[in-house]
Structures are given as structure tokens and as C-alpha cells.
């Protein structure tokens, strides 16, 4: 999508502008550039809220879910008057309110093997910001497939990760990372045991920052680390993401 040169140079980006990590040249890219964030949840809000602000020419969100009261300690995209809605649509709303210069796609689709393809095959990087092992494992082996950037995050209570696959870099996959999903019983706790907004709302925009960061220089401050935090106790670890040779996916791909 073409965006006059005014809407790059104008007030809307000046304090993006003023950077000399970004600039002109770099808003330029910003605005040419098209992410996928698959899940419109607690990281997909917050993701895309900034990928929004910071003028990514296109955004497309993806989530299949309406909106409940229980997602409003932690989705900052939606109120209370949204209730009921598809998380979507309205996500789509609120950004276009947010940055009306911009392309912004709804698809109100449950991501699986039959569509991952004609979804996110337009998209220059995807954010994982699902909620569970099967749709991380599919987005992740399209993307090591596709040779697309992938960018990946998760929450549960005070505490959450970040890392990403980068195409041709030779680092660790999801899978590398995690080879076997957790046993069910460990999977159904991990899923009740809470979650407090601000978890999702920082993890979320470490994956905006990393984003915008490989789109104006293709790289990014934590290429090829694995990231953890614990609000909690106050605890951010990083540290070199290694990967396993044995990996199904990254060194013995095969089709979806």
C-alpha cells in the first residue's frame, strides 16, 4: 500500500524520526513492511497497538474468538462495550482509530493446516502470539518451510518468554526449543494459572520492538537469544538460544 510521503514525514512519526536508529529511511520501511499476528489476545493487543503506532504499512490480525470480561484485565485493545464482538473485527476498529493511515486485515479464522498457507503467505514475518502447542507447532514449521521471520511469545502469570527464528541465521526453532508439547495434565495447570496484564502487555511489546527493530535493520537487540522474565521476582534472563540437530522441523523439514 502506497502512504504519501506526508503521512512518513508528518507529526504522527516526528519522535521516530528524531532517532538515528530509524529516520526517514527507516520510516520508509516501516510503512512498506506487512506482519501477521496470529492470535488477537493479551500479546496480540499490545503487539499491534505499537506495531500500529509505530506505522507498519500493513498489519493483519488474526483470531477466531469474541470477546469476554474475563480477557479485559489483560487485552487492552477492548472495553466493556465490546463484549460479544469478534476480537478481530474490533481489534481491526480500534487500530484503524488509532493510525487511519494504514492497511489493517481482519481474519476471523481458527488457524490450522487447511489455510496457514493462503493467511500468512503475503505477510513479510508472522507473531505467534497463540495460546497453545499445536497452532505454535504449525506456525512454526510454515515459517522454517516458508523461510519467514518469526517472531514468539508467551505469558502465564507473572512471568513470560521471547525469542525468534530468523530465515538463513542457523538458529533454533520453537521446536528446537521445545521438542515435545507438555503432558496434558502440565498444559491444563499452565492454562489455569493465572494471568495478570502486565505479563502479556510486556512480552507483547518486546515482540513489536524486535519487529520494528529486524524491519528498519534487519536485525534486532535479541537475535538469537532466548528471552525469560519474572515480574515477580524482579528476574530477566537471556540467553544464546542453541539448537537441537535432531529438530524435525528446522533441520529435517518436511510438508504440512
Same mark, same amino acid.
Given at each position: ?65 469474541? %470477546?469476554?470480561?474475563?480477557?479485559? +484485565?489483560?487485552?487492552? !485493545?477492548? #472495553?466493556?462495550? $465490546? /463484549?460479544?464482538?469478534?476480537?478481530? *473485527? ?18 476471523? %479464522?481458527?488457524?490450522?493446516?487447511? +489455510?496457514?498457507?493462503? !493467511?500468512? #503467505?503475503?505477510? $513479510? /514475518?508472522?507473531?505467534?502470539?497463540? *495460546? ?125
Amino acid at each position: 500500500m502506497e502512504v504519501p510521503y506526508d503521512n512518513i514525514t508528518g507529526a504522527r512519526y516526528e519522535r521516530q524520526l528524531w532517532m538515528k536508529s530509524i529516520q526517514t529511511s527507516g520510516q520508509e520501511k516501516l510503512t512498506q513492511a506487512s506482519v501477521l499476528i496470529i492470535g488477537a489476545g493479551g500479546l496480540g493487543s499490545s503487539a499491534s497497538y505499537y506495531l500500529t503506532a509505530a506505522g507498519v504499512g500493513t498489519i493483519g490480525i488474526a483470531d477466531y474468538d469474541t %470477546i469476554e470480561t474475563s480477557n479485559l +484485565n489483560r487485552q487492552i !485493545l477492548y #472495553s466493556t462495550s $465490546d /463484549l460479544g464482538y469478534l476480537k478481530a *473485527d474490533t481489534a481491526r476498529k480500534k487500530l484503524l482509530d488509532l493510525n487511519p493511515g494504514l492497511r489493517i486485515n481482519s481474519h476471523v %479464522i481458527k488457524v490450522d493446516t487447511t +489455510n496457514i498457507v493462503s !493467511l500468512a #503467505s503475503s505477510y $513479510d /514475518l508472522i507473531l505467534d502470539a497463540s *495460546d497453545n502447542y499445536p497452532t505454535r507447532y504449525l506456525i512454526n514449521d510454515y515459517c522454517v518451510k516458508e523461510n519467514k521471520a518469526l517472531f514468539f511469545g508467551s505469558v502465564s502469570a507473572w512471568s513470560g518468554i521471547f525469542f525468534a527464528w530468523i530465515p538463513l541465521k542457523n538458529q533454533a526453532c520453537f521446536r528446537c526449543l521445545y521438542p515435545i508439547p507438555l503432558a496434558e495434565d502440565l498444559a491444563s495447570k499452565e492454562r489455569t494459572s493465572g494471568i495478570i496484564g502486565v505479563s502479556p502487555g510486556l512480552i507483547g511489546s518486546i515482540m513489536a520492538s524486535q519487529a520494528i527493530q529486524y524491519i528498519v535493520h534487519q536485525s534486532f537487540g535479541l537475535e538469537n537469544r532466548f528471552l525469560w522474565i519474572d515480574l515477580e521476582k524482579g528476574v530477566f534472563t537471556s540467553y544464546q538460544s542453541k539448537i537441537n540437530l535432531e529438530c524435525s522441523s528446522c533441520h529435517h523439514p518436511s510438508a504440512l
